[in-house]
Nanobody
Framework: VQLQASGGGLVQAGGSLRLSCAAS????????MGWFRQAPGKEREFVAA????????YYADSVKGRFTISRDNAKNTVYLQMNSLKPEDTAVYYC???????????????WGQGTLVTVSS
C-alpha cells in the first residue's frame, strides 16, 4: 500500500494550498481517509477525515471552517483544501487510510510520506 502526498510548499499567511494524496489501495472506496500534521518539535496531530463514500467529514477544531477534505474515488485520491492559512499551520502533512472510520482519526493502518507546508507571516 502506498499513499503519495503532494502539493505542499511555501505560502504567505492568508493564502491557500491544496494537498493531494494518491493511494495505491485496490479498494480505495472502502477506506476512510485522513490528514494529520506534525509541526517542528510537536507531536503529530489529527487534521481532518472523510468516510469511504465522502458523505461524512470530521475536522480538528483548529482547522474547522478553513480546511476542506474531499475525495475522488474514481482517481483514488483524497484532497485537503487549505484556506486562510496561518503561520501555526506550518507542518509536515501526512495522509492516512484505514478501513474503520472510527480509527482513521487516531491510529490509522496506512500512512503516506508527508509533504511540507510552510506559512510565512
Amino acid at each position: 500500500v502506498q499513499l503519495q502526498a503532494s502539493g505542499g510548499g511555501l505560502v504567505q499567511a492568508g493564502g491557500s494550498l491544496r494537498l493531494s494524496c494518491a493511494a495505491s489501495l485496490r479498494t480505495f472506496s472502502s477506506y476512510a481517509m485522513g490528514w494529520f500534521r506534525q509541526a517542528p518539535g510537536k507531536e503529530r496531530e489529527f487534521v481532518a477525515a472523510i468516510s469511504w463514500s465522502g458523505g461524512s467529514t470530521y475536522y480538528a477544531d483548529s482547522v474547522k471552517g478553513r480546511f476542506t477534505i474531499s475525495r475522488d474515488n474514481a482517481k483514488n485520491t483524497v484532497y485537503l483544501q487549505m484556506n486562510s492559512l496561518k503561520p501555526e499551520d506550518t507542518a509536515v502533512y501526512y495522509c492516512a487510510a484505514d478501513s474503520d472510520w472510527k480509527v482513521v482519526t487516531t491510529t490509522p493502518d496506512y500512512w503516506g510520506q508527508g509533504t511540507l507546508v510552510t506559512v510565512s507571516s
